[in-house]
């Protein structure tokens, strides 16, 4: 049971660790921090460029490495806006090689399961840059997205976009023209950031020349992150919110969290200190959403905290939740949470919210019984927490998605909707050990060639995981995917004894 022992200690130093941040950067994030420049003119980061350009993909992009394409061009194209910074002939091709990935891909933009955060916002902000430059773009074919973006534009408060904490701030760096420096700096968080992005917040530093006098906290901010994350900048930070309630859920699911009060005392403690009657943020300074407020009521329930989900109804709309007061696309993870939060609820809005919550789901589930969400690159994370969620509720109507999962195993016992990650494996392991646990006549070798697999990654390096979930590109959240693996490999444990 050497195993057992070794999990104790990955889960124990899981809960130790420092859960507000996340150490993987994005190169899009990375490219904002890149462009800044001293009041001289000469880079800020002057490391981050060449470490930039290092991570170019075969296929000339930039970016994850799944070939999402709305990440792979908004990295790209923020890498190319670089090349204003750097006109060594030695770069050259580069440089093309990204402008070609680009022309070739752009019909591929509407294969990807959902757009990425704001990308209908960003890309015209960008390709105007391109523009500028001279950069050798599709813009014809891109123009599509001038629509899309009045589109999004025409569900948020328009006239006051700038005077009040809106998801807008998120991506602020998609409206060069429409931004008053002066008033949208009001609106910076409390610690320093705009709106808990590290892109938005370096964006806002380079629209003056003095930045690291006028916005000394956000400098700081920015280059808190740049020590902390030696390759750059992460997609959101801090998220302590956010990965604590994703944490503590995916342990729970493993059966994991049993005889450690005391390290799981000051995550309940962080939670209820932060926690506001009108919900909560993805970190204690960020606007209120859906799916974070469901996340952490669940939490603090299953700790036994008295708590009252009343807030939650403040989404509902008539088909399903909402995770944003304005939103064009719902999310199926938000309302399964909002689903598994049912008891924290008003008992007399209970039912009305679960059956509305299980016919929005069933409505978007796909013909081979699989389902996407706007939170993820891949179909394996909403599927898993469907099945997951809905065991409770709707186990007869889940025979489709429980053999979708089993005949999309590849042949080494992982999964993967690109390649074989160990997220995803993870992700389709553990729903299937519940519904086995529950009665299901699932076969052992599935799972068994799937425990294997996890634990033959075991030995790779921790944090080093695919990006799979959307920000404004894909990130890796490694302290939530950490998670799943071990609670995932901590139930084949416990349900059958042993891992060979």
């Not at 992009?61 to 890498?79: C, E, F, K, N, Q």
């Not at 440089?95 to 757009?115: F, M, R, T």
């Not at 930070?237 to 309630?245: E, N």
């Amino acid at each position: 049971m050497r195993f057992a022992a070794h999990l104790n200690v990955a889960v124990d130093e899981l809960l130790k660790a420092d859960l507000s941040r996340f150490a993987q950067a994005t190169v899009y994030d990375t490219c904002w921090a890149a462009r800044l420049t001293n009041e001289d003119g000469s880079l800020a980061y002057p490391h981050l460029l060449p470490e930039l350009l290092d991570q170019q993909h075969p296929d000339g992009s930039w970016g994850s490495r799944i070939p999402y394409v709305h990440d792979r061009v908004l990295s790209t194209l923020a890498i190319l806006l670089l090349s204003r910074f750097e006109k060594r002939r030695h770069y050259r091709e580069q440089w093309a090689a990204g402008e070609k990935y680009i022309w070739q891909q752009v019909q591929e933009l509407e294969h990807d399961i959902h757009p990425t955060v704001g990308f209908e916002m960003i890309l015209p902000a960008l390709l105007e840059e391109g523009k500028e430059l001279g950069l050798d773009l599709p813009y014809t074919q891109l123009g599509r997205y001038e629509a899309q973006r009045a589109e999004k534009l025409s569900v948020l408060p328009n006239r006051r976009l700038f005077e009040t904490r809106t998801t807008a701030l998120f991506s602020l760096e998609a409206f060069p023209d429409n931004v008053d420096v002066d008033k949208v700096s009001l609106l910076l968080l409390e610690d320093s950031s705009m709106a808990g992005s590290p892109s938005a917040t370096a964006w806002l530093l380079g629209q003056v020349p003095n930045w690291r006098a006028r916005y000394p906290q956000s400098t700081m901010y920015i280059e808190d992150l740049l020590r902390r994350n030696a390759s750059g900048l992460p997609a959101m930070a801090p998220c302590g919110i956010f990965a604590r309630t994703w944490v503590l859920n995916y342990l729970y699911w493993g059966g994991l969290l049993n005889g450690r009060n005391d390290l799981l005392r000051p995550h309940y403690q962080y939670l209820r200190e932060h926690w506001h009657p009108e919900g909560v943020g993805f970190s204690p300074y960020m606007f209120p959403d859906s799916d974070d407020t469901s996340m952490t009521l669940l939490a603090l329930y299953r700790a036994g905290y008295d708590v009252d989900g009343t807030s939650l109804l403040a989404y509902e709309r008539d088909e399903h939740f909402a995770v944003f007061e304005h939103e064009l696309q719902p999310s199926i993870s938000a309302n399964l949470h909002i689903l598994e939060a049912l008891e924290t609820l008003p008992r007399h809005d209970r039912q009305r919210v679960r059956d509305k919550i299980i016919d929005y789901v069933f409505c978007e589930r796909q013909s081979g019984g699989y389902w996407a969400d706007k939170w993820h690159g891949s179909v394996y994370y909403p599927t898993s927490q469907a099945l997951i969620s809905l065991l409770p509720h709707a186990p007869d109507r889940m025979d489709d998605s429980l053999n979708w999962l089993l005949s999309t195993q590849r042949a080494d016992g992982s999964w993967g909707q690109y390649a074989s990650t160990v997220e995803e494996t993870a992700l389709a392991l553990l729903p299937l050990l519940l519904y086995r646990r529950a009665g299901w006549p699932l076969p052992k070798q599935p799972l068994r060639l799937a425990a294997r697999y996890l634990l033959s990654q075991e030995e790779s390096p921790e944090g080093n995981y695919v990006e799979l979930w959307t920000a404004k590109v894909l990130f890796a959240p490694s302290c939530i995917i950490r998670s799943i693996v071990l609670a995932a490999l901590g139930l084949y444990l416990d349900t059958f004894k042993d891992l060979g």
